[in-house]
């Protein structure tokens, strides 16, 4: 290392232009490669490799401390150690059944025979699964052997062997569950699966009378009362879904209506959303204001539905004679600050949706499960209810103009709502589990990009113009190299010389021969 003034200027004197170019095509084929993984990885997971795995596992070797911890000033801890913030962090980020959800073989199955795409990501079906075994099995069905065999049907993940399994158990009896699995998995049309529900509710009624007479039996005569309402509730919401399809819409909504009269505590299904479109699509639009009036309550959960029709009524009254010129000149009427305020509210609850409604955003098929104030529900409620927007007329202009205005009554970061609770922060990774890989997640708020990411694409950008540099004026940037490094070592020198000055010429010269 020593007599390195001599050593260096010999050790640049034998590099050529060609190990310069090398050096910089090499540099940026290198960070070129790196910023196209980070690229990837932000968009599929939504965050930087290098910084994940630099917060997980750097990190605690070096002794960082969690600044995620709970602050004990600002939420409370019961006696199992859960605080408030993540209790209400789990219940914001729960998955629920789509009220509107397709039907597997006559929809779903006909977009993958057309597209060759699959709709349905394999953890959307298997909260289905999930769900069928919840509503439509019992302790007892080991009882009844058709019974027992749709128990493991629902379990069952191939489709073709649910369908078998549904065949074999119409082989021993009348069974409702193996005609709904059929209905919702094998017919490969509208008509053909109401044909099959109604068989099902031919079956489902008679079970359901005779467990009502059975349930105060005991306990296990209750649980199957249980299951029996479940199936009964769930064909005759199905078959009113049928009959909106088949353009029968007034006798959907006659069926809603007495099957929410029938069972009025049943309320996980949200038949209310069921009818609330059927009526928008008679434009029957006092009743749907009724109905809104029960159930856009503020003790009662939200949804995109229920905020988003509460805005189209109020936009209704104002959209066709609204200008935004005129507004700007003379100000805002009552009636038009209701309705960008209903619109403000809507948006704020779930700020996905305008984009689908403005078609600024393409539609996909709706997953059998939502997010609330996700993607997946913004998606589910603009499949359905676009058209009820573009009916109006000047509905879709009244949003374009004023849904932005929304985010500026939000506080930023948004550590707080304004007519809501703060916007949810796993919306994200619950939407990419819900919906299919070929469709782009909507995020919210846009997040910026990683440090990393433009660390390593100004890193190659600069390495790939040195390299073109190089290439092209090989003698003038050698030059520069060796300028540069020469510039670079020059306290390394400064310090040789002082360290000779110092010690002795003896021990100088071992140094020097080591």
């Not at 602050?71 to 914001?92: A, F």
């Not at 009964?232 to 209506?257: H, N």
């Not at 209704?316 to 509210?345: Q, W, Y």
Request: glycine letters at 4%; one cysteine or more.
């Amino acid at each position: 290392m020593f007599g390195t003034e001599s050593s260096l200027s010999m050790f640049l004197n034998t590099l050529t232009p060609k190990f310069y170019v090398a050096l910089t095509g090499t540099s940026s084929l290198i960070s070129g490669l790196i910023l196209i993984f980070e690229w990837w990885y932000f968009r599929k997971y939504g965050t930087s490799f290098i910084e994940q795995v630099s917060v997980s596992h750097l990190r605690p070797l070096l002794g960082g401390v969690d600044t995620a911890a709970p602050n004990n000033n600002n939420s409370s801890t019961n006696s199992n150690g859960e605080t408030d913030s993540s209790r209400q962090s789990v219940s914001e980020c729960k998955v629920w059944r789509n009220p509107l959800n397709l039907f597997r073989g006559a929809e779903y199955n006909r977009y993958t025979w057309v597209t060759g795409r699959e709709p349905l990501t394999y953890y959307d079906m298997n909260l289905s699964a999930q769900d069928h075994q919840t509503f439509f099995t019992c302790d007892s069905d080991h009882l009844r052997p058709a019974d027992a065999i749709m128990q493991k049907a629902w379990r069952e993940r191939n489709p073709q062997a649910r369908i078998s399994a549904a065949h074999e158990a119409l082989e021993l009896e009348d069974c409702a569950t193996a005609y709904i699995l059929l209905a919702e998995e094998e017919a490969t049309t509208i008509m053909e699966a109401e044909r099959l529900f109604k068989q099902a509710l031919k079956a489902g009624e008679l079970c359901y009378r005779r467990s009502q007479t059975l349930q105060h039996h005991g306990t296990q005569y209750e649980a199957q009362h249980r299951r029996d309402t479940n199936v009964l509730v769930y064909i005759k919401r199905r078959l009113a879904m049928c009959s909106r399809k088949l353009g029968r819409t007034r006798e959907a909504v006659k069926m809603m209506r007495d099957l929410m009269k029938e069972f009025p505590l049943l309320s996980m299904f949200n038949i209310h959303e069921n009818l609330l479109e059927s009526l928008l699509e008679l434009q029957n639009y006092a009743d749907v204001q009724a109905v809104l009036a029960k159930y856009d309550d503020i003790s009662l959960p939200k949804s995109a539905t229920i905020c988003y029709t509460a805005a189209l009524l109020k936009a209704r009254a104002v959209s066709d004679k609204f200008s935004p010129e005129a507004a700007s000149r003379r100000g805002l009427s009552t009636a038009e600050m209701n309705a960008v305020e209903a619109i403000h509210r809507a948006v704020e609850f779930n700020p996905h949706v305008p984009k689908y409604l403005l078609e600024m955003k393409s539609l996909i098929l709706p997953p059998e499960h939502i997010l609330k104030r996700g993607d997946s529900e913004a998606i589910a409620y603009a499949f359905f209810h676009l058209q009820h927007w573009k009916r109006v007329e000047g509905a879709l202009n009244l949003l374009h103009c004023t849904w932005e205005g929304t985010f500026r009554m939000i506080p930023y970061p948004l550590e707080k709502g304004h007519l809501f609770y703060p916007y949810p922060i796993c919306t994200e990774t619950a939407d990419r589990e819900l919906l299919p890989m070929f469709h782009e997640v909507s995020v919210y708020p846009k997040k910026e990009l990683p440090f990393f990411i433009l660390f390593t694409a100004g890193l190659c950008s600069f390495t790939a113009m040195l390299a073109l540099l190089t290439h092209q004026f090989p003698e003038l940037m050698g030059v520069f190299a060796k300028a540069f490094l020469s510039t670079l070592f020059a306290p390394l020198n400064f310090i040789m010389e002082k360290v000779e000055s110092i010690l002795p010429s003896s021990l100088w010269h071992q140094l020097t021969r080591i």
